[in-house]
């Protein structure tokens, strides 16, 4: 809490970062989580039991009453002359963050107490800016927030990595004939699942509302021990009806570069501290990142032209560890090399060869007959195979910050692609609905939260990111 009512008695409350002292006189390094900066709180030991001072140990909960005036040390506005201290927690010297420096890789075996360390409540309350910032942007611009359910019985995505959720005993599991697993006595009649979008619910929002947004928690029981993977994940979903792909590009880059502004606007103190810190931004530069974004446009340009960049580098003598055909999904590293590389600048990558991508994108007309205007990339290339209008934003240390497209809206070409992926329809007859009954064009994408916050306090790994990190065999805490 800020305050500059010097001269009057106040009563702070927080933990102990540090105390020290000599000739008689204390300093205690309080913090009540509010911001980076600690409160200064002066004493004369001779004014207090030794058995309080004592127990003022790294970690420990005081209360002070005492003056507020203004410091004359450097690199703080006051501190708090104490009259009074009360110990509210003892801490002992076991108190796991006592240590200034600890690791990243140390605070994870502790996340219990890691918000407390300084670079931790920095990136909490940035988070906490973050979610306001989302909320505020659609909001201003007439979306309207809607709730998907975390509990689902169909596969956005079809990647097949989902998360069961059943009340079945899984001792005795009935099966049918053919060995299969019977639900019909499982606590929704049916296999279902923990989410992995809201996407298809979304759409269904967006065909009623106009414009929605979702927020919140995502599940994929993808087996990748990566720095940009989590199994549990929050996600921002926008879908908007009428809205094109240009427009859909342009919503993107907005939306991030609002976010972006935010942080650099309401979370400076906790950025300014994160920059300084010579462990986490060893070359200060996060805060000219953060500004780089927000200077010139996004580039734009199709899946067929980035691989034509990739193909040129590579005949240049770059290596890659994952191949980069026509047709095959790109790694980060290729994601990372376009972005930090060749242009420098965030990238927005469209039109993607279709079997790389959801059944739900739109379908470009195939190329070799007559090329649809998005078939044939900004720079004139055309794609060699079917494309979809996908649109996703990648970013510098990121890589893919934004999956979104364009959707089908046609009903035959969207039961064409579905029939081709031999995907089941009986559980997704309610989103076939919205092609049936007045189906208009529409477009969306999703942010991963964490990665948003990744690119925006410069951390280098998503379990940093969210206070309890789920990932494969860690979910202590
Ligand atoms: O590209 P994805 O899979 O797209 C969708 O799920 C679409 N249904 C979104 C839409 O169009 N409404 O995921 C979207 C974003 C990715 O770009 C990435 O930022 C994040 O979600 N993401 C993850 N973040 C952390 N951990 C994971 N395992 C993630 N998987 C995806
Ligand atoms: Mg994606």
């Known amino acids: 809490m800020k305050s500059t009512s010097y001269g009057t008695d106040i009563c702070v409350k927080g933990w102990v970062r540090s105390k020290r002292g000599g000739k008689g006189i204390f300093f205690i390094a309080m913090n009540d989580g509010s911001t980076v900066r600690n409160i200064q709180i002066v004493g004369d030991e001779a004014n207090f039991p030794e058995e ?33 201290i009360e110990i509210l927690g003892d801490c002992d010297n076991t108190y796991p ?44 611009h007439g979306y ?33 004939e053919q060995g299969k697993i019977i639900y019909d006595d499982d606590f929704f009649g049916q296999q279902t699942s923990l989410t992995v979008s809201g996407q298809l619910e979304g759409e269904l929002g967006a065909t009623a509302l106009g414009a929605i947004y979702t927020f ?78 927000l200077e010139g446009s996004f580039v734009r340009l199709t899946y067929t032209e980035g691989i034509e960049i990739l193909q040129q580098a590579i005949a240049a003598g770059h290596k890659f560890e ?12 290729h994601e990372r090399y376009l972005v930090e590389q060749h242009f420098k600048r965030p990238v927005i990558m469209t039109d993607y060869p279709s079997a790389i991508k959801s059944f739900y994108m739109k379908q470009n ?14 720079h004139g290339i055309v794609a060699p195979g079917p494309t979809m209008q996908g649109t996703d934003v990648l970013f510098p240390q990121i890589g893919e910050i934004i999956g979104g497209s364009v959707r089908e809206e046609n009903y035959d070409k969207l039961m064409g692609e579905i029939n081709q992926r031999g995907m089941e329809t009986d559980k997704l007859w309610w989103y076939l609905d919205t092609r049936k009954y007045g189906s208009c064009p529409h477009a969306g994408f999703g942010l991963g939260f964490e990665r948003l916050i990744l690119f925006v306090t410069g951390m280098q790994n998503i379990r940093d990111v969210i206070p309890f990190p789920r990932t494969p065999k860690n979910a202590e805490f």
């Not at 140990?57 to 003056?67: I, N, R």
């Not at 989902?162 to 009935?174: A, I, R």
């Not at 935010?262 to 931004?281: G, M, P, R, V, Y």
């Open 365 to 378: 007309a195939p190329a070799p007959d007559a090329p649809a205007p998005s078939t044939v990339g900004y």
């Open 97 to 140: 963050i006592q240590k200034k420096g600890a690791t990243l890789e140390y605070l994870r075996t502790v996340a219990h107490m890691r918000p407390r360390s300084n670079t931790f409540g920095a990136i909490l309350r940035i988070r906490h800016n973050m979610a306001m910032a989302i909320h505020t942007y659609f909001h201003e």
């Open 216 to 293: 919140g928690p995502t599940f994929r029981a993808e087996n990748s021990n990566t720095p940009r993977h989590l199994a549990e994940f929050w996600m921002i979903e926008p879908e908007i009806a009428f809205m094109d792909q240009e427009e859909l590009m342009d919503l993107e880059e907005d939306f991030i570069k609002y976010c972006v502004r935010w942080a650099l606007e309401k979370c400076s103190d906790d950025i300014q501290f994160i920059n300084d810190n010579k462990f986490i931004t060893p070359n200060h530069d996060l805060i000219d990142r953060l500004k780089g974004v």
């Open 52 to 84: 309080t001072l004592k127990r003022i140990t790294t970690g420990a909960c005081l209360s002070v009453v005492g003056k507020l005036v203004e410091s004359p040390a450097a690199g703080q506005a006051s501190e708090v002359q104490a009259t009074a």
């Open 144 to 176: 309207f927030y809607f709730h998907t359910p975390l509990i689902t019985a169909s596969d956005c995505e079809g990647a097949g990595n989902m998360f069961q959720v059943t009340t079945k005993n899984l001792y005795d599991l009935k099966k049918d």
């Open 322 to 333: 994952f191949p980069c055909q026509w047709g095959d999904d790109l790694a980060s590293e």
